[in-house]
């Protein structure tokens, strides 16, 4: 009967932890566009109220002093970039691939270590998982940010799952 519950442990902390990593990341994203319009649209007052004759000057919302961010078009659909593989399709930006399957590994070794009540395991995959995406983080601040979002969200609902089974199983 144990074996059973192990295995079941495992399987909600994996593959639960899909859609709860993918709902907190939607989430996360939400907030994150509710203030860019928020600021945009603070931005646009303050810059009516400098300007009461409303000219069609560009507003500066953020970035390097002097620099203009022009307001992105509006509806222009996405069109997929080529790739060196002809048929497959560029990944989203800001979206790292392998993420699904890497996430799951990653839970079933969360979950394996606090079962095994060898907690240490778990620094190895995080570990394992920082360094193998290094590169890919450098290079971009949201893909970074998503990334530890993920991560956190991934590590906890695994860590939760397993010490509520571990629990159980004494």
């Not at 509710?34 to 603070?42: L, M």
């Not at 560009?58 to 060196?84: C, F, L, S």
């Amino acid at each position: 009967m144990e074996v059973l519950w192990v295995l079941l442990t495992l399987l909600v902390a994996a593959g639960v932890g899909w859609p709860v990593t993918v709902g907190v990341l939607k989430l996360a994203r939400s907030v994150d566009e509710h203030e860019k319009v928020s600021g945009r649209e603070e931005a646009v007052e303050r810059h009516k109220t400098a300007d009461p004759q409303g000219s069609a000057a560009p507003v500066v919302v953020e970035g390097p002093p002097g620099m203009v961010i022009p307001d992105p078009p509006e509806n222009v659909p996405a069109i997929p970039a080529p790739t060196a593989q002809g048929d497959l399709p560029a990944p989203r930006p800001g979206v790292l691939r392998g993420g699904l399957v890497i996430g799951i590994l990653e839970r079933l070794g969360v979950a394996g270590a606090i079962l095994a009540s060898e907690p240490v395991a778990i620094a190895y995959v995080v570990a394992i998982k920082g360094l193998g995406r290094y590169a890919e983080l450098k290079e971009t601040p949201a893909v970074a940010e998503r990334f530890i979002i993920g991560t956190l969200t991934s590590l906890l609902w695994a860590a939760g799952v397993a010490a509520f089974a571990a629990a159980y199983l004494l």
